[in-house]
Nanobody, 117 residues
Framework: QVQLVESGGGLVQPGGSLRLSCAAS????????MGWYRQAPGKERELVAK???????MYADSVKGRFTISRDNAKNTVYLQMNSLKPEDTAVYYC???????????WGQGTQVTVSS
């Protein structure tokens, strides 16, 4: 049974920081590429960061230089450190496995990030 549980979201002012966590279970996490996605109201879900099993990272242009993805295989957890947050970062953030031919495990509930004064 695959489970993806996101946490760490909240309300933060512009310029602030948050660290999101994704606890994964039910699959071989250590060999899986993982990604963080976000979905804002009225918009499609978009990939914002990806990390391979070997630690190679990729970021959407909109978050480069501000977000950092990392993983702890011993804890089956992937993280997203978000700095210099902007109002346009407001969204529900999700994690999932990458590199499965466009297929995804069942999505978790996500965690809400709201950037506002």
């Amino acid at each position: 049974q695959v489970q993806l549980v996101e946490s760490g979201g909240g309300l933060v002012q512009p310029g602030g920081s948050l660290r999101l966590s994704c606890a994964a279970s039910g699959f071989a996490f250590s060999i899986a590429a993982m990604g963080w996605y976000r979905q804002a109201p009225g918009k499609e879900r978009e990939l914002v960061a990806k990390i391979t099993s070997g630690g190679t990272t990729m970021y959407a242009d909109s978050v480069k230089g501000r977000f950092t993805i990392s993983r702890d295989n011993a804890k089956n957890t992937v993280y997203l450190q978000m700095n210099s947050l902007k109002p346009e970062d407001t969204a529900v953030y999700y994690c999932n496995r990458e590199n499965l031919g466009g297929r995804y495990y069942p999505w978790g509930q996500g965690t809400q990030v709201t950037v506002s004064s």
